[in-house]
């Protein structure tokens, strides 16, 4: 029996993602009958059951929960054989670049706009996640990270570190008064995690544990931090490059709370020799250490 074509796996995978037959052939650009001969093709070549057909749409089987985390793997080396053979040996093509919300949202969009217009036959996708995307597996070409890479096969540079403060907008502090020490924190509106763990370099604070509990306000997502933040939820922490762009976050307990993350551009040592990614690679250590050298509180 000869292996499954990938455009069955596509389908499969678009299906599982989409929930529908006709949102799968949305995604895809095919017709609806198309799509579902390939999912039935996908499954008589396996002699599985993928999916449940119900009028409210299609209901993966324990089967295609199986099939899932291989199928998305194919997806990636698909995804990454797309953008090796683009533009190979020129200074052109995609590369796919990786960081967390906050990075995403608020350091890299400036960052990369003053990139782009010097290298018009690059081209990026950015994927904002907090999730570590896997390098070796090449779900991205590089990434920017807050931790020490600890993969092997990897090219890893140290560009500085940030520093992280605590901040309140005015408004915020002009109805609740500004806390006089870290114990009188407790009386505030803390903003911080709610099922995600807290990185390690926040676990304490003058003595104090800082933990779930602690947080009046909870979100797993930086950027909804920060948001509260700047709408006067209460007090959170923010990189201190990014609350000196805002004149109404004013820093709290500033000589009692600060916190650090290193930050560190990688790549596979392998995409070494793409003209593409070590330009890019190259100038986001350049660019990402002055953005590290603006976050330090000194």
């Known amino acids: 029996m000869s292996e499954p074509d ?25 017709t609806q009958p198309t799509v579902g001969r390939q999912v039935e093709a996908l499954e008589r ?18 089967a295609a929960l199986a099939l899932e985390p291989h199928a998305r793997a194919m997806a990636s080396a698909a995804a990454a054989a797309r953008r090796a053979i683009s533009g ?23 960052i990369l706009a003053d990139f782009l217009p010097h290298h018009p036959g690059l081209e990026i996708e950015l994927v904002a996640t907090n999730q570590l995307e896997d390098l070796l597996r090449r779900d991205a070409d590089i990434a920017v990270r807050m931790t020490r890479p600890t993969q092997k096969a990897l090219v890893a540079r140290q560009v ?3 520093d992280i403060g605590l901040f309140a907008h005015r408004r915020y502090l002009d109805t609740h008064g500004e806390p006089r020490d870290v114990d009188d924190l407790r009386r505030h509106t803390l ?41 006067g939820v209460g007090i959170g922490g923010v990189h201190l490059g ?25 790549m596979h040592e392998d995409q070494r020799s793409s003209p593409r990614l070590r330009t890019l690679f190259d100038y986001l250590v350049r660019a990402m250490g002055n953005y590290a050298k603006a976050s330090r509180g000194a």
């Not at 070549?45 to 324990?62: E, N, Y």
């Open 191 to 231: 903003i911080g995690y709610d099922r995600m763990q807290i990185p390690g370099g926040i676990r304490s604070v003058d003595g104090m544990a800082i933990t779930r509990e602690l947080f009046a306000f909870r979100t797993d997502s930086d950027l909804t931090q920060i948001a509260a933040v700047r709408a």
């Open 45 to 62: 070549a396996l002699d599985v059951s993928l999916f449940t057909r119900a009028p409210q749409g299609m209901t993966p089987t324990p």
């Open 88 to 110: 190979v040996g020129a200074l052109a093509g995609t590369v796919r670049l990786t960081a967390s919300e906050i990075m995403s949202a608020e350091v890299l969009p400036p």
């Open 242 to 266: 990014i609350a000196r762009r805002d004149p109404d976050l004013v820093p709290v307990l500033p000589d009692k709370v600060l916190f650090d993350l290193e930050t560190w551009l990688v």
């Open 160 to 162: 500085g570190r940030v």
């Open 6 to 30: 990938w455009t069955l796996y596509r389908a499969f995978l678009a299906v599982l993602t989409d929930g529908s037959l006709s949102a799968a052939a949305r995604r895809l650009g095919l």
